[in-house]
């Protein structure tokens, strides 16, 4: 039983598929007035990112005791168009370009849903008024 199985074998000098190689100077060079890579990921990269940014949202509405909600809305409409303005500059700016605009989107849908809320409460309490003044 002296020998290791060949799972437990892998030392420092052989790679490891599952890491990533370290960026060059030649891929962080910019080109043509490209800007240059700050980040370089995969799917694992950005479940981070995105739990760490519904961690920040979360620790955010607790310390403000929810009052954060009432600014929520406007983050995507805000960055939805700094994203369209400086689609120009990014990486990839097709990318870019259609991730801003389905930001646009999904702000601009809340705050048409949120109207028609409003304005169903206010037309529920107009017509209980006029119910009301029925005589019923």
Do not use: Q
């Not at 799917?43 to 909600?69: K, Q, R």
């Amino acid at each position: 039983m002296d020998e290791t199985p060949d799972f437990l074998e892998m030392t420092s000098k052989e790679e490891n598929p599952a890491t990533p190689e370290p960026v060059t100077e030649a891929e962080t060079a910019p080109e043509d007035g490209k800007p240059t890579i700050t980040f370089r990921g995969n799917g694992y990269d950005i479940a981070a990112v995105v739990g760490v940014t519904v961690g920040a949202v979360m620790l955010l509405s607790c310390v403000t005791c929810n009052l954060a909600y009432y600014v929520f809305p406007f983050i995507p409409v805000i960055l939805g168009i700094v994203g369209l303005v400086l689609a120009k500059d990014s990486v990839n700016p097709e990318r870019t370009r259609l991730l801003s605009w389905f930001s646009l989107g999904s702000g601009a849908f809340f705050f048409v849903v949120a109207f028609l809320c409003v304005a169903a409460y206010i037309g529920f309490i107009v017509f209980a008024i006029a119910m009301d003044s029925g005589g019923f």
